[in-house]
């Protein structure tokens, strides 16, 4: 389904069943032998959510192996989808816990979704976190963690609000003190805001940042060349696999400012790393980046503001 203005959405529709797709492939992730990342929590929400293909997946009666049988690199794309999953999740815990050892005590996840950070991550004491998301999916993820007697391991506040209405307010009515240092993160989410929307929020975010805080995300260069119809050829195997997602209807496409380059236009220190680097960095085999893949050369970037 296209997105429209003032769309929502559950874990298993939209945007959403994106979260629960991402979750599944933490969870995968978090067996392999690399040891890259560990989330406990991602394959019972994946189960929860009910989607029969990626409840099969973090189960193990679908393996990756096993999606050649929807389209011959299926299972090649999938590997590299999982390896690229471990990395990405491994990159922004990194970025959080050093956030931590640099005295920052607020956090703020964005579209926070399936993220199980507040319950997995090594918070340094007195840390307090904000997960921001649309009400049905924060409330969700709260019930189905207490009922497996998860425990946060910072003081977990969340702010059930849609990032297009006014969630600076709902932040703040929640806690949230903008003249402390704040390590912010937007993970996996800037493909689905227009462009104008994704520079609001780091409008926003930079108005709400005292001096310290720190900042991560991605930047999709591909999105400027996006081929919508390239895209569908690429995830074909989606549908053979009774998954019906459409993910380019998901993504907003075309020319959009870099999150490093925006930020470092009103004064933050940016820093950036390409996709392929993290994969060396971490010893994994990186993935062969052809003119089919709809993304393009992921950047991940981080910075902190004066």
Not at 25 to 30: E, F, Q
Not at 82 to 92: G, L, P, Q, Y
Not at 94 to 99: G, L, P, Q, T
Not at 287 to 306: H, K, N, R
């Amino acid at each position: 389904m296209a997105r429209t203005e003032g769309d929502s959405w559950d874990l298993a529709s939209s945007v959403g069943a994106t979260a629960t797709m991402v979750a599944a492939g933490r969870a995968i992730a978090s067996l392999d032998s690399h040891g890259l990342i560990d989330d406990p929590f991602a394959a019972p929400l994946v189960r929860a959510v009910g989607i029969d293909v990626f409840t099969k997946m973090v189960d193990g009666e679908l393996s990756l192996e096993a999606l050649g049988q929807f389209a011959p690199d299926a299972a090649e794309r999938a590997r590299a989808n999982i390896d690229e999953m471990a990395v990405r999740t491994r990159f922004f815990d990194d970025y959080f816990i050093a956030s931590g050892k640099a005295g920052i005590r607020q956090a703020v996840i964005l579209a926070s979704g399936l993220d199980s950070r507040a319950y997995r991550l090594p918070w340094s004491e007195g840390t307090v976190v904000y997960e921001i998301d649309q009400p049905e999916v924060i409330e969700f993820k709260s019930r189905t963690l207490a009922d497996l007697g998860a425990t946060p391991t910072a003081e977990r506040r969340t702010v059930p609000i849609d990032l297009r209405d006014d969630w600076p307010a709902a932040l703040q009515a929640a806690g949230f003190d903008p003249a402390k240092p704040t390590a912010w993160c937007a993970e996996g989410l800037l493909i689905y805001l227009p462009p104008e929307a994704q520079d609001r929020l780091f409008d926003n975010i930079a108005t709400l940042s005292a001096p310290g805080s720190a900042v991560a995300t991605e930047f999709v260069p591909g999105l400027k060349d996006f081929d919508p119809e390239k895209a569908r050829a690429a995830t074909a195997a989606f549908s053979q696999m009774g998954l019906n997602m459409d993910m380019p209807s998901l993504i907003y496409h075309g020319e959009r400012h870099s999150a490093a380059d925006y930020l470092s236009a009103k004064g933050w220190q940016m820093t950036g790393v390409v996709r392929s680097e993290l994969f060396v960095r971490h010893g994994l085999p990186v993935p062969a980046l052809d003119e089919d893949d709809p993304m393009g050369e992921i950047v991940y970037v981080s910075g902190t503001s004066s």
